[in-house]
């Protein structure tokens, strides 16, 4: 987009391509794009270069028998495409965060983002639970975005549970 003009209730929208069109206030939906804010580029930016060392470091610790399919795979095809980082792929098509996703609440964390969510008054523990998990899930329930992490065997899944079908 290029340019955006506006006319009372329509607007007019120019295209990178040369494209324009006329649009009534109703057609559209007008968000602001959460890359364009504070560090959110940046940040963004790191994702895309894990994912993409990632892929390569998963793409270099392939088995024997993974060598040995490619290897196959590469009679077949004599011109195969490159090793696929898929999560890579994803991240270098994404030039849009809606500003009203849990994304771009992870890349612009404001402490005014959460003022609007609250915890319910009542929450039901279907499978009982300690104190440190009805602290997880009562701040799961009170913001966007929650990681609930902890080593191996302190019941990390009961709060995830608890507030999944929920959110």
Not at 70 to 90: F, S
Not at 131 to 144: D, F, G, I, N, P
Request: hydrophobic share 30%.
């Amino acid at each position: 987009m290029t340019k955006i003009l506006r006319f009372g209730t329509w607007y007019r929208l120019f295209y990178n391509n040369g494209f324009d069109r006329a649009y009534s206030q109703e057609e559209l939906v007008i968000s602001q794009n959460a890359l364009s804010s504070g560090n959110a580029d940046s940040c963004f930016d790191y994702l895309r270069q894990m994912a993409e060392l990632v892929g390569r470091e998963l793409n270099k610790k392939g088995g024997e028998e993974e060598k040995v399919e490619k290897e196959k795979e590469v009679e077949e095809n004599p011109d195969p495409a490159e090793d696929v980082n898929i999560l890579q792929n994803r991240y270098d098509k994404i030039n849009f965060v809606g500003s009203d996703t849990v994304l771009a609440a992870y890349l612009n964390p404001s402490p005014s983002a959460n003022t609007g969510r609250r915890c319910p008054k009542r929450i039901l523990f279907p499978y009982g639970c300690n104190r440190s998990q009805k602290s997880a899930v009562t701040q799961a329930l009170s913001h966007q975005v929650s990681v609930i992490q902890g080593p191996p065997g302190t019941g990390k899944p009961r709060p995830s549970s608890t507030s999944s079908p929920t959110c």
